[in-house]
């Protein structure tokens, strides 16, 4: 069992859990994922790591509340334990010293972005965040951001809270500015999609990390397979970072809905056995 | 001379309409009396061809004695002698091309259905003897801590054997559940998985360590278990790695490799979703490719999970199926239809990105190949479409590269599987064997078993000052 040493809330359903996995911590790296299971009846999801702790021997990972085994996750407490906790897994974000580096977070992939953020702070570079939100209620990590950057961009779809848009907007504009080395961009597959497609037109060699369905998490399945520069690539061995400029995303997209009926059935499902259990 | 029996006991299966919607044992286990009818017909021939079969030398005729004289303590004594998890092998070893085939009795068409008095005798064993204790540990522990990776037939075997030399053994599984490819891979119906967590509770019982959620390569690399006091390390990950065609229209959603479909299914329970969380989603026809075991297991857990229709699409002819014979009967029992000399060109998908049909090529066979069996051919202008709504690849496997790819000095084949002594099963890295499908490539349970016994043995050796 794996101990929560910190359940906390970061925005509406967005939650931050701080796990004791000392070995975990001794190997994590910014880009590398976990796999967890909840418990004996769980499905095993990956999680992107947001932070580790060695000395603590504590891995942090980000999770929003999507689908049963998420909305599970959500009513954990500080203290509670989960049964597995697998990793670090995929490969470790490349990090050296490109020069201007622009690192784009959508939603609550802030939260990934920012150890890789810091790391290619700490490796030199210049690193300009962008991150964007539907609204400034879901915005949080602004200041840790902002510490490991040296320009901070913020956007909101509904203009609640810094530059009114999308991230790409701004991403356009420093690419057309035309000292950008390199853009990592992370978040949900169309913001990837999109962010992609705007630096292609400027040659800027651009990152992203893919999250398809997974399974095992260590190559053996197949289940996340995604095609990039027409070749199947599994993301949990050969990524989860590709070159977005090569990734067929409406391939990813597809195989994201795969389940769209056995997640609703589930959650209903999770829903339902919640208010049960919290009425008696 | 007692006149030869050739009456080979059958084994009590359930009927072929029943199973095909459970996921219940389909073969039941003899009874008593046919136990004791089949173990008679054993003439304990001097020359003793079978233990010759037999991957890792269980002295045969000296378990079937045992079972004649009624005592099935002395029969599972003998066998554990050899065989640490003989209610494994019993069901999953193909013993029609190992001991029964050496059997004296295979001359006359009935040899001595060895593998079924094996699992007898398991089966006995877990119901009538007490949490199993071991006194074959017969050297001094020299207490050198050695590290096994994967818990599949070759690490469970090597890592038994570690402890009963006496040393300190860690058994690192990547997974969630011990047991390797008899977990994810082998449907409950063909190897109750009670029987496989028994069978790895057996090993614990050694005094072996088990640590769980253990990524090697990962989590912890090869290079640190042997810098941080394991004095050597036994590989036995397994070829976890799927092969997929190549052909157009393979990441369509509804296409499974068989590494995936399994492992929800026996895994992670999928056929109980929602009451477990992982789902699978099984249409009303299922294309299988592929005619090995596993190809087999696909289509009846397909056949299980409530599917119309399964094809088996295997582009040699009914000879050249790799599979068991007894699998393959049992699947065309249950109904499943062979799609013979076939082989998939691209697949169809509909307008949602899921699959609708594979178009195939009917196959003919020229000249053998390297294997020496022979190439199938594609037959031109034969295309046609078999429409199915779920696909399963049973291809194979290769090995996984996480390890290799992660570990200084180890050398592997052009088919990424690591070089080691066949024998010994050192590798050219020091402190470091491996054994099993990481070294063979995809092949049965019982090689790699053989394979981990043999490389304890010659860690053994290299433990000992």
């Given amino acids: 069992m794996y101990e929560i040493l910190l359940r906390e809330d970061l925005a509406p359903k967005v939650h931050l859990f701080r796990i004791n996995a000392p070995s975990v911590a001794q190997k994590a790296n910014a880009g590398q994922f976990v796999v967890i299971r909840i418990d004996e009846r769980g499905e095993r999801i990956p999680l992107t790591i947001a932070d580790w702790d060695r000395n603590e021997g504590s891995v942090s990972v980000v999770a929003m509340e999507v689908g049963a085994t998420t909305h599970r996750l959500a009513r954990l407490q500080t203290g509670d334990s989960i049964a597995n906790f697998i990793g670090p897994l995929g490969l470790a974000t490349e990090i050296e010293k490109f020069g201007t580096v622009v690192c784009v977070a959508g939603g609550f992939a802030v939260a990934t972005i920012f150890p890789i953020a810091r790391a290619m702070k700490e490796a030199g570079n210049q690193v300009i965040a962008i991150m964007g939100a539907r609204s400034r209620e879901l915005m949080f990590w602004e200041e840790r951001l902002r510490s490991v950057s040296d320009q901070l961009i913020i956007t909101t779809d509904d203009g609640s809270y810094g530059r009114k848009g999308l991230v790409t907007e701004p991403l356009k504009e420093l690419a057309a500015g035309g000292s950008i080395d390199r853009v990592i961009t992370i978040g949900p597959s169309v913001m990837m999609k999109y962010s992609a497609l705007t630096t292609k037109p400027f040659g800027i060699k651009t990152i992203v990390s893919l999250n398809p369905i997974m399974v095992d998490g260590t190559g053996m399945c197949g289940c996340c397979r995604v095609s990039v520069d027409d070749k199947t690539k599994f993301a949990c061995v050969d990524g989860p970072d590709f070159d977005g400029h090569k990734v067929d995303w409406d391939l990813l997209i597809a195989r994201q809905r795969t389940y769209l009926e056995e997640e609703k059935l589930a959650l209903e499902r999770d829903q339902h056995e919640c208010k049960c259990q919290s009425s008696s | ?465």
Avoid at chain 2, 231 to 243: D, R, S, T, Y
Wanted: proline share 7%; glycine share 10%; with cysteine.
């Fill in chain 2, 1 to 465: 001379m007692a006149k030869l029996d050739l009456n080979r006991q059958p084994m009590p299966r359930q009927t072929p309409e029943k199973r095909a919607k459970n996921f219940d044992e389909v073969a039941l286990g003899y009874s008593s009396e046919q136990v004791r009818a089949e173990a008679d017909r054993c003439i304990q021939c001097p020359k003793q061809p079978c233990v010759s079969g037999c991957p890792v030398d269980i002295n045969i005729p000296g378990f079937i004695k045992a079972i004649q004289q009624d005592d099935l303590p002395e029969a599972v004594k003998v066998l554990k002698n050899k065989n640490s998890l003989p209610g494994i092998c019993g069901r999953v070893c193909p013993q029609e091309s190992q001991c029964e085939a050496k059997c004296t009795l295979a001359k006359k068409g009935a040899p001595i259905a060895i593998g079924r008095l094996e699992r007898y005798a398991a089966d006995w064993e877990r119901a009538n003897m007490k949490a199993a204790t071991d006194s074959t540990t017969a050297k001094p522990a020299p207490g050198k801590k050695v590290a096994v990776v994967g818990s599949g037939p070759a690490g469970l075997t090597a890592a038994a054997e570690l402890a009963r030399y006496g040393h300190q053994v860690t058994l690192f599984e990547a997974l969630h559940t011990a047991g390797g490819v008899l977990m994810y891979g082998i449907p409950e119906f063909r190897l109750p998985k009670e029987i496989v967590q028994n069978e790895v509770k057996y090993v614990i019982s050694l005094g072996v360590d088990l640590v769980l959620d253990a990524v090697i390569g990962k989590t912890f690399t090869v290079d640190e278990l042997l810098s941080q006091g394991y004095a050597a390390v036994f590989l036995g990950p397994g070829a976890g790695a799927p092969i997929f065609l190549n052909i157009p229209g393979e990441n369509l959603n509804g296409i499974y490799s068989a590494n995936e479909f399994l492992t929800r299914v026996n895994l992670m329970k999928a056929y109980a979703f929602p009451d477990y969380d992982t789902p699978v989603r099984i249409g009303s026809k299922v294309g299988v490719i592929g005619g090995g075991n596993v190809a087999m297991d696909a289509a009846r857990c397909a056949l299980r999970l409530g599917a119309d229709k399964v094809y088996i699409i295997y582009r040699r002819s009914e000879a050249e199926l790799p599979a068991r014979r007894e699998e393959v009967e049992n699947a065309m029992e249950e109904g499943i239809e062979f799609h013979l000399l076939t082989n998939p060109k691209q697949f169809l998908g509909n307008e949602q990105n899921w699959v609708a049909g594979m178009e195939c090529y009917r196959m003919e066979l020229g000249e053998p190949d390297e294997s020496g069996r022979r190439r199938p051919i594609a037959i031109p202008d034969t295309e046609y479409v078999i429409p199915v709504d779920t696909a399963i690849t049973a291809l194979g496997t290769r090995p996984n590269p996480i390890i290799p790819t992660s570990t200084e000095g180890l050398t592997v084949s052009r088919w990424g599987t690591v070089i080691a002594d066949e024998e010994t099963g050192r590798t050219e890295k020091a402190g470091v064997w491996a054994g099993g499908d990481i070294v063979t490539g995809s092949a049965t349970v019982i090689s790699a078993m053989g394979a981990g016994k043999r490389a304890a043995a010659d860690m053994d050796k290299y433990l000992r000052p």
